[in-house]
C-alpha cells in the first residue's frame, strides 16, 4: 500500500448514494474524502484546499466536469483527475482523455476496480516526483563539476527547430525562448517524437518505447501524458501544435 496518510481526494459527484460508497471505500484505503456535488463548489475547493486527487463526474446540476478539466488544465494545474461518466461511447472516452483527464471510469463499475485506478494513479504520480528528483540531482552535479553551459552550440545532440530547441544533456524545452517544465515523462515522450518528425507512433509503440511496457491496459496514460505535453506546448506557442493526432493510428511531432 502506498503512503497516503496525507492524501486528500476531492470526490465531485451529486449522485449521493454513489458519492457515499465511494467515500467509504476510499476511508477503508486510507484516504481523506472531500465531498462536493458542484463545479462551482469543486473549484472553491481545490483554490483553497491542498488536494492530491480529482474524482469527477461527467453529468454534474451546474455542467459537465470535462468543463473544470479544461479549466485546471488551462491553468497549468497537473493535478490528477479521474473521470466517472455513465458514457461508456468511445468518443465520449476520447473526449475525457483530450479534455486532459489522467484516467476514466464508466459507471456502473466495481469497487475493487476503482481502488485499483486510484491506486494507480498516485503510483504514477510518486515515479514522476522520483524522476524529477533523480534529474535535480543530477543537474546540480553537473553545475558542481561545471559542465552545464549555457551556450547550444555546445549541446550536439540538442534538437532545434523554428520555436523549439529540445535539449536531451540539460533535460530542458524552451518554446519561443521560454523554458517549459515538463516531467520526466513528458521530456521523453517529446524528445523521442522529435527524433523522426512526421513518423507516426501508435499507443502500442510509444508503450514500448517510452514507458517500457508492453501493458495495453495502459494505452489511456499515452493518451493523457500526450493531452499534458500538448498543452504545454500549445500555451508557449499557441499557434503552432507541435504533436498531432493521427486518429485511428497515434501521434506525430511536427516541426514548425
Known amino acids: 500500500m502506498d503512503n497516503q496518510t496525507t492524501r486528500q481526494i476531492l470526490l465531485v459527484e451529486d449522485d449521493n448514494d454513489l458519492a457515499e460508497l465511494i467515500a467509504m471505500h476510499l476511508k477503508m484505503q486510507g484516504y481523506t474524502p472531500i ?13 483553497n484546499t491542498e488536494i492530491d486527487l480529482v474524482v469527477l463526474d461527467r453529468g454534474l446540476d451546474d455542467g459537465d466536469g470535462l468543463e473544470l478539466c479544461q479549466a485546471l ?30 484516467d ?14 486510484v491506486r494507480t494513479l498516485f503510483r504514477r504520480q510518486t515515479v514522476e516526483q522520483q524522476k524529477q528528483q533523480s534529474m535535480r540531482s543530477s543537474h546540480h552535479k553537473e553545475q558542481e563539476q561545471g559542465q ?23 533535460h530542458q524545452v524552451e518554446v519561443n525562448h521560454q523554458m517549459i517544465t515538463l516531467t520526466a515523462t513528458e521530456f521523453t515522450l517529446l524528445h523521442f517524437l522529435a527524433k523522426k518528425p512526421g513518423r507516426v507512433y501508435s499507443k502500442e509503440e510509444l508503450l514500448q518505447q517510452v514507458w517500457q511496457t508492453d501493458y495495453s491496459g495502459y494505452q489511456h496514460t499515452v493518451c493523457s501524458t500526450v493531452n499534458r505535453l500538448r498543452t504545454k506546448l500549445e500555451h508557449a506557442n499557441p499557434d503552432h ?12 511531432f511536427e516541426a514548425a
Open 241 to 252: 501544435p507541435f504533436i498531432h493526432t493521427v486518429w485511428g493510428v497515434g501521434y506525430k
Open 104 to 117: 476514466y471510469l464508466t459507471k456502473p463499475f466495481s469497487v475493487l476496480e476503482f481502488q485499483a485506478r
Open 35 to 47: 465531498r462536493t456535488t458542484s463545479l462551482a463548489k469543486a473549484k472553491q475547493v481545490i483554490d
Open 148 to 170: 552545464h553551459s549555457t551556450e547550444k552550440s555546445s549541446d550536439p545532440n540538442a534538437l532545434q527547430f523554428e520555436g523549439l530547441v529540445i535539449n536531451p544533456e540539460r
Open 73 to 102: 488544465r488551462q491553468q497549468q494545474n497537473w493535478l490528477p483527475i479521474l473521470m466517472l461518466t455513465a458514457r461508456d461511447g468511445e468518443m465520449d472516452k476520447v473526449a475525457g482523455l483530450e479534455a486532459g483527464a489522467d
